[in-house]
């Protein structure tokens, strides 16, 4: 739902489904320019095989890079727009991660991390498109969601998409999952795994488009909107409350 343009005074029901997406860049479109694939772990993709430890701007790093794999912003490929995330393995017992921080850590959580609610659903949808060349795996190719603490102790258990091991063109996928009561933080990870299973997978695999949003808010009951008002604007709109 979007913001509601009310008169000062009217209550609405508040619904699900509601609010802004909450993931950095998880379209793609802002991208750096291109010289190699990323080949390098723990490092921001950004447009080189080194990648970067500080160049964070474009909000993707490569968190695993394990046999011959890589990862790059690919302006030849996209669901819609300009460019989409390519995460390639090119050989046998391959794999390739790319995340919304260069690792996993308290001080990364706190400044990249997703600020999660306690007790809250939320929904991941995202675009996919994959070409497998040969071989395949146990865990294939996926986009998975993770909860942290404020000291990046994993809470609850992964929320993994399905286990894609096939050529597919375009399709949009979704988890939904509701946080334990100890979580702040969401954090995303896409990948290609090709080392486990039979380790043999050899695919390239596109991202595009991905959206996070809580979907549980305080059902049913009226909530009184305080008017914000723009000078020379006379809608009013109501805050965002998030149960």
Not at 19 to 26: A, C, D, R, S
């Amino acid at each position: 739902m979007a913001d509601l343009n009310v008169s000062a005074t009217q209550n609405v029901t508040a619904h699900e489904n509601a609010g802004q997406n909450l993931i950095f860049n998880g379209d793609f479109e802002s991208a750096p320019s291109f010289t190699a694939a990323t080949t390098t772990t723990a490092r921001w993709i950004d447009g080189t095989a080194a990648g970067s430890t500080t160049a964070d701007t474009w909000g993707w790093a490569m968190n695993n890079h394990t046999g011959t794999s890589q990862i790059q912003f690919d302006s030849s490929v996209s669901h819609a727009g300009a460019n989409s995330l390519k995460l390639s393995t090119l050989a046998t017992a391959s794999r390739a991660d790319a995340g919304i921080a260069t690792a996993v850590n308290a001080a990364n959580i706190a400044k990249y991390g997703i600020p999660a609610l306690a007790s809250t659903t939320y929904t991941v949808s995202f675009f996919q498109q994959t070409t497998v060349s040969s071989g395949s795996s146990t865990s294939g190719m996926f986009l998975r969601a993770l909860e942290y603490n404020d000291l990046a102790v994993q809470q609850g258990s992964n929320h993994n998409s399905s286990a894609i091991t096939a050529t597919t063109s375009w399709t949009q996928r979704s988890i939904s999952f509701t946080t334990t009561s100890t979580t702040t933080f969401l954090y995303i990870q896409l990948s290609v795994t090709g080392t486990d299973g039979s380790a043999t997978l050899v695919a390239d695999c596109w991202f595009d488009d991905i959206q996070v949003f809580p979907v549980s808010r305080i059902s049913g009951v009226d909530i009184p909107l305080g008017p914000i008002v723009t000078p020379g604007i006379q809608s009013t709109i109501g805050p965002k409350i998030w149960s």
